[in-house]
């Protein structure tokens, strides 16, 4: 199926730096959500964007929805260890249905001391 | 805890074997989803119930697996006559009802492994 692109697949960063990571898609998407996976566990919802242009923040969390409507970036202001996992973006297209998320193929963020 | 729960959390099954999962959404929320990842990827949507109403299947979805939610509440997800290539994290997520409210809830996974 349909899968987002997100760069860097991954990112080896010191604590305190700030990260940042992007979604791309061939096609719009009206809703667009940003969620964290530690291993072993589900996707966590972090945040969520409804408008082209919006900017929305959670904490040291970041993100926005491209003009475009066919991406997205998140940023993480000065990284903590716990910041360790994967980022997926996921979003709705105008043109699925309602119910259907797509993901994106994930960055893997580690953090070293 | 009033998030969403999933039974198992891991699974080890012999090829040929059916399994079952079950999904307990968050209590106020009548949407549910499954999806399944696998190692390295992004979840993929299998299928979406509406209360007790499955309205969407993914043609992921194969006539092996079937996935129930009778009374609106718990759903199970099961695979008949396993295979190797269904071994994956199997994840539900559940929504609440509006019109423009698309945020969905994951619970924890259930492992399975076909050996």
């Known amino acids: 199926g349909q899968q987002l692109n997100q760069s860097p697949q991954s990112m080896f960063i010191q604590e305190g730096e700030d990260v940042s990571m992007n979604c791309t898609s061939s096609s719009i998407f009206n809703t667009w959500l940003w969620y964290k996976q530690e291993p072993g566990e589900g996707p966590v919802l972090l945040i969520a964007l409804y408008k082209a242009g919006e900017l929305t923040s959670n904490g040291r969390l970041t993100a926005q929805f491209g003009i475009s409507r066919k991406d997205s970036f998140l940023n993480i202001s000065a990284s903590i260890p716990s910041d360790v996992g994967i980022y997926f973006c996921?979003?709705?297209?105008?043109?699925?249905?309602?119910?259907?998320?797509?993901f994106g193929t994930g960055t893997r963020l580690q953090v070293t001391l | 805890d009033t998030g969403v729960s999933q039974d198992p959390r891991h699974k080890i099954t012999k090829r040929g074997q059916n399994v079952t999962f079950r999904c307990d959404p968050i209590?106020?929320?009548?949407?549910l989803y499954w999806y399944r990842q696998t190692l390295g990827q992004g979840p993929e949507f299998l299928t979406y119930f509406q209360n007790e109403a499955q309205l969407e299947k993914s043609r992921l979805l194969s006539d092996r697996f079937s996935a129930e939610r009778p009374k609106g509440s718990f759903s199970t997800l099961e695979i008949q006559r396993t295979e190797q290539g269904d071994s994956a994290m199997y994840l539900c997520?559940?929504?609440?009802?509006?019109?423009?409210?698309?945020?969905?809830?994951f619970g924890p996974g259930t492992r399975l492994t076909v050996t």
């Open positions: 209590s106020e929320h009548n949407r």
């Open positions: 996921a979003g709705y297209s105008p043109t699925g249905t309602a119910s259907k998320l797509t």
């Open positions: 997520a559940s929504s609440p009802q509006g019109q423009d409210n698309y945020e969905q809830y």
